[in-house]
Structure formats: structure tokens, C-alpha cells
């Protein structure tokens, strides 16, 4: 009731429709109602919803579009699904800061549409439309990490909501920051489980004023990742170095028409200010292409061209489920140190073979990131491909990696968070505990139920 009359009744909802389609996000986890969706309209009102969760020990899990891939958004134990829909607003361009200050809810790909007018653009780029709240919640990062980083590298500062009701700002529009701890970073990449993000101020970039599209095709998977460590050790600076295998080539020439050879693939897209400098290189990297054996190798500057590779690209995981309609998916991700890509990339191809079992690679390559796409038609389908997971995630471990490069932990990750961050983690639940003592904001996620994986 106190929820109704702060809100008002039209904001939030309780239908069997409503709470279904806030059940569940794009990843193979089960889905779980909450009890309740509310849509709030400003900060304030996401505020007075904790104060008042928080009294009554309510969990809150926050939710933008449910692009997430590990359970992140899902509302584990019921409570409040905060609903980010209509907090969707871009606050302020800061045109000469090269900044905008927005409403968490706004879609990535949206943002960019409005920012074109001034030619700018906010670089992260995940993919999926994902609003702005979740992909700072989740520290997302996408194709242009290798050269604009992630997430947590493109904002300044953010105003975020604490589990008593507390609004805060955190961060600064300077660029400069050197004063007092640093509670930006520490609230990004946090999943909602410190506080929620309703406001942000995101650095942006000029559009550039040349790019260029590439595509290498490689006899082997080993081959393209080769030519991988190459492209980034040669003093390139790509915005994109993708990989996808042979199989995702075959989806995209099938369903999208863009003339790929039924090779592992690399996607590359180049920026510069200058004509020349883009052509110079080009060249270079396609001299590590051949030097590496390469059977294909295009380039293209024309911008309807580019789209519609990049369009493609970003489509794979779309047409890879439409060639399987009776299948569901395990997507997984781990990232290494680019020395260590080529032993990782290998050791998946090993488990493959000797496992015999379908699984598609592509991934943010030049960042050392990969994710392993497992097709699944049944329980013992999916228990090998929980095992193959289970297998690479220690593995990328045991090189130097993460657990997750960029679908954050939620809950399929979190069994692996004693193993990657050792006693670092009893801080991360000392600050969870200061922050939300009674433990409301996206319970049951980063935080291992039972620590089973310690080495």
C-alpha cells in the first residue's frame, strides 16, 4: 500500500504478465517472479522504494531490458523488480566536455542515435540495446573494448540510490580525479547489490572521421588467433578485433548474405582522422594477415558496407539459435591476458574434439575475451556443457584470467569468486554488509551460496 500511494498504482504492477516478463533474462537460468514491478519516474522515487524495502526487508532487483546473459537481473527471491523503462531520459549534453548526463534506463543504441547530432557517441557497445543503468551495473564492454575500454573507462560520474534510502553522487564531470576514495568504480560492475544507479554522466568520442571494415579468413582457428596477438603487438590501434569460427561464418553468409568464406573469421574496424593513416594501416595489418596465411582478406570504407558486416556480426547470436529451433543455449565467457589467448582458444578446440561437442566460439578477441556458445536439447546435453564450462572457466584461471570478461557474475559465475579473488572476497562482504546490512539489493547474486570451487 505504501508502494501505490508514493508511486501511484498506474507505476506498478502485480499481473501474472508483467511478472513473467520480468522473469528471466537472455541466459539459460530459471526464471523467478518477483512479487511486484514498479516503474519509477525519477530518483527520488527509486530512493523512497529502498527506504521502504529496507524497513521491511524487501529484496529489490533491478532490471533495464534483461539483455544480461549469467541471471543477473533475475529476482532470486521474489521482493521488487525495479523496472527502469520509464527513467529513460538524456539529462544534459555536454557538447564542449565532450559528455552527456542521462537517466539509467536509456538504451545504449538509442543514446548514440541522439549523440549523432552533435557527432559524438558513447563507445561501449555490448550489442544488444542495453540500457546505460545495466551496462555500468555490469560493467559491460563489447566490440570497441580493445580501443575505448569498458564500461567502468567511459564514465565520470553517477548519482546512485543506498539501500536506506540514501541518495549519493559519486564521481565528478572533471576528468581529473584525485580526491577521496574511489566510490564510482566501486558501485560499477556491482550488479545492484551496493546501491542502484539512477543518474550517470558518460564520457564521450568525435564519431571518426574515417573508418574502415575488415575481414581476414584463416585456415584454422589456431591461425586467427595468431594473427590476433600479431594485429595487437604490431602498434595497431584496432576499435574492434573480433573472432568468430567457421560454423558462425556459414550462419551469416546463410541468413545475412555477406560473403564470408567458411573460415575462422576476424572482424577488424580501424579509426582515424586522417585518410592516409587509415590506408597506411591497412596495409600493415594486411601484411600480418598474409604473413600468417590468411585465405582471404577484405577491406572497406564505404559506411553501407561496414553497417551491414557489423550488422551481421552483432546478429550472430540470433541466427545461431534460428538454426537451431529446437535447441536452447549455455553462453558462457572468460577473458586471459592476450599472451595467454592462443592456449585458451586451443584448450577449448581440445575439449571439442575429445568431448565431441557442438560449441560455437566468438568473442571481443583483442581484449582476450571469448565466449562458448553449448547447444542443449536435454538434461544430459546440458550437464556436458555445464562440465566444458566448468573446465574453461578454471582453465582461464589458471592463466591469469577472469571468470568473466564481460556478462558479469550473477549466478553462474558466482561459485567461482573464492577461486579468483581468494580472501579479497571477505572485503567485498564487508562492504556489502556496510552498505546493505539487511542484505535487499539483488541478493543471492556475486556472492557464492555454497563455495565449492577453491582450486
Known amino acids: 500500500m505504501r508502494l501505490a500511494a508514493g508511486l501511484g498504482r498506474a507505476n506498478l504492477s502485480t499481473a501474472q504478465a508483467d511478472l513473467d516478463l520480468h522473469a528471466r533474462d537472455q541466459s539459460h537460468h530459471h526464471p523467478r517472479r518477483g512479487d511486484v514491478v514498479v516503474w519509477p519516474e525519477s530518483a527520488q522515487a527509486v530512493a523512497d522504494i529502498l527506504r521502504i524495502a529496507n524497513e ?20 532470486l527471491y521474489g521482493g521488487i523488480l525495479l523496472s527502469f523503462e520509464r527513467m529513460n531520459r538524456i539529462i544534459e549534453v555536454h557538447a564542449d566536455d565532450f559528455q552527456v548526463t542521462v537517466q539509467p534506463g536509456i538504451g545504449h543504441k538509442d543514446l548514440n542515435a541522439e549523440l549523432a547530432r552533435y557527432g559524438l557517441f558513447f563507445p561501449p ?8 543503468g545495466g551496462m555500468l551495473a555490469n ?20 548519482q546512485v540510490a543506498l539501500a536506506d534510502g540514501r541518495l549519493i553522487t559519486v564521481g565528478s564531470r572533471s576528468v581529473k580525479q584525485s580526491s577521496g576514495y ?12 551496493l546501491g542502484i544507479i539512477t543518474e550517470a554522466t558518460l564520457k564521450l568520442v568525435p564519431v571518426p572521421t574515417y573508418m574502415s571494415a575488415v575481414l581476414a579468413a584463416f585456415p584454422t582457428v589456431e591461425a586467427a588467433v595468431e594473427a590476433v596477438v600479431a594485429v595487437r603487438g604490431s602498434g595497431l590501434d584496432p576499435a574492434a578485433l573480433e573472432l568468430i569460427d567457421a560454423a558462425h561464418a556459414v550462419m551469416l553468409n546463410q541468413a545475412e548474405g555477406v560473403n564470408l568464406e567458411p573460415y575462422p573469421t576476424l572482424f577488424m574496424e580501424f579509426h582515424a582522422p586522417h585518410e592516409a593513416t587509415l590506408s597506411y594501416g591497412l596495409e600493415m595489418v594486411q601484411e600480418i594477415c598474409d604473413e600468417l596465411g590468411a585465405v582471404s582478406f577484405r577491406a572497406t570504407t564505404d ?31 572468460v577473458a586471459v591476458p592476450i599472451s595467454a589467448y592462443p592456449e585458451l ?11 565431441n561437442i557442438t560449441a560455437y566460439m566468438v568473442g571481443h578477441a583483442g581484449d582476450g575475451n571469448i565466449h562458448v556458445e553449448f547447444p542443449y536439447a536435454d538434461e544430459a546435453e546440458f550437464e556436458r556443457a555445464q562440465q566444458a564450462d566448468h573446465d574453461i572457466v578454471m582453465r582461464a584461471l589458471e592463466l591469469g584470467g577472469t571468470a568473466t570478461g564481460e556478462h558479469g557474475v ?11 579473488h581468494g580472501e579479497a572476497l571477505e572485503v567485498m562482504r564487508s562492504i556489502k554488509q556496510l552498505l546493505d546490512p ?3 539489493l539483488n541478493p543471492g547474486k556475486i556472492f557464492p551460496a555454497v563455495e565449492a570451487v577453491t582450486g
Do not use: C
Open 438 to 440: 539487511n542484505n535487499i
Open 303 to 333: 559506411t553501407a558496407e561496414r553497417k551491414k558486416l557489423w550488422h551481421a556480426r552483432h546478429n550472430s547470436y540470433e541466427i545461431m539459435v534460428r538454426s537451431h529451433p529446437n535447441k536452447q543455449f549455455f553462453i558462457m565467457d
Open 56 to 75: 521491511h526487508r524487501i529484496p529489490v532487483t533491478a532490471w533495464g531490458v534483461g539483455t544480461s546473459l549469467e541471471g543477473n537481473s533475475i529476482p
Open 125 to 132: 557497445d555490448p550489442g544488444a540495446n542495453a540500457t546505460v
Open 139 to 158: 560493467n559491460a564492454s563489447g566490440i570497441r573494448t580493445v580501443k575505448y575500454g569498458a564500461s567502468k573507462d567511459n564514465v565520470l560520474r553517477m
Open 345 to 355: 582458444i586451443a584448450y577449448i578446440e581440445q575439449i571439442k574434439a575429445e568431448r
Open 410 to 420: 550473477g549466478i553462474g559465475k558466482a561459485r567461482y569468486m573464492r577461486r579468483e
Open 182 to 193: 574511489d566510490l564510482l568504480h566501486l558501485f560499477v560492475g556491482s550488479e545492484g547489490t
